[in-house]
């Protein structure tokens, strides 16, 4: 079972930068979409930022501020090592964990069909203070 792992939080002030990485254990292929969601305490998880074959879209409170990234395979042949999501002139109001996800397609094994999966990291903390 691939594993996702993420990093590059911390703690910082308001307008700094910081960058999260999502790394698999394993070479993912068949990748449909990477995602970065968020979930602040007595919050929902919230879609932040996420990328796929037709482009990136973002939520409006990060718009313009966050940036969704792949390693190059994702663009050439649907597979991934690694995602990242660059946040930049951070707020208070982003504080949260911050969790990768990605979505591979299901494919026949011989006669077998491998269904759907998504693959979710354990998250990595951001704390934004004034």
Not at 52 to 72: L, N, P, Q
Not at 103 to 109: A, E, K, L, Q, V
Request: hydrophobic share 35%; proline share 2%; charged share 20%.
């Amino acid at each position: 079972q691939v594993q996702l792992v993420e990093s590059g939080g911390g703690s910082v002030r308001a307008g700094e930068s910081l960058r999260l990485s999502c790394a698999a254990s394993a070479t993912i292929s068949r990748v449909n979409a990477v995602a970065w969601y968020r979930q602040a305490p007595g919050k929902e998880r919230e879609l932040v930022a996420s990328i796929a074959s037709g482009g990136t879209t973002y939520a409006d409170s990060v718009e313009g501020r966050f940036t969704i990234s792949t390693d190059h395979t994702f663009n050439t042949d649907h597979t991934l090592n690694t995602a990242f999501l660059d946040m930049n002139n951070l707020k208070p109001e982003d504080t949260a964990a911050y969790y990768c996800k990605v979505d591979r397609r299901g494919f026949y094994f011989g006669s077998s069909w491998i269904r759907d999966t998504s693959y979710w990291g354990q998250g990595t903390q951001v704390t934004v203070s004034t």
